[in-house]
């Protein structure tokens, strides 16, 4: 169940790896809590008709779309991380078509099975790497 939770946790985490699971299930989680969000919205707007109230909404929107993106982001460099590639190459997905086509690629296939240079494996569940252990008993 951590997998719900764990790209909460680190929604502004740009280093290590994301399974797909997690991956996707966070997107969802996104798209969920943006529905919501606008659905909140419209309630209190159409409720209150109050300028003050609007713009108060208008602000709290503008930053859970901030929020959504650098979430998103994070996510996302760490899925291409998982297939052991930089995660500059996550800035590919932002060109139509071809960009499109490589993200999903990215983020429908497993990534490198064990350890590689972003991480443990978090299939595996969250280990420590190798080094760090090492360094508890030097």
Not at 9 to 26: D, I
Not at 50 to 77: D, H, T
Request: without cysteine; proline residues 4%; aromatic residues 16%.
């Amino acid at each position: 169940m951590h997998w719900v939770f764990r790209p909460w946790r680190q929604s502004f985490n740009f280093s290590g790896r994301a399974t797909r699971r997690e991956y996707w299930l966070f997107q969802v989680q996104l798209v969920a809590a943006y529905i919501a969000l606008m659905f909140l919205t419209g309630m209190l707007i159409e409720l209150f008709h109050s300028i003050v109230i609007n713009g108060a909404m208008a602000v709290v929107l503008v930053l859970f779309m901030a929020f959504i993106l650098v979430a998103s982001m994070s996510a996302g460099v760490r899925r291409v991380h998982d297939h052991d590639k930089t995660g500059w190459l996550f800035l590919l997905s932002f060109i139509p078509l071809a960009g499109w086509i490589f993200f999903l690629i990215m983020t429908l296939t497993p990534g490198t099975a064990g350890e590689n240079s972003y991480g443990y494996d978090p299939r595996e569940g969250d280990q420590p790497s190798a080094d760090e252990v090492a360094a508890v008993f030097s």
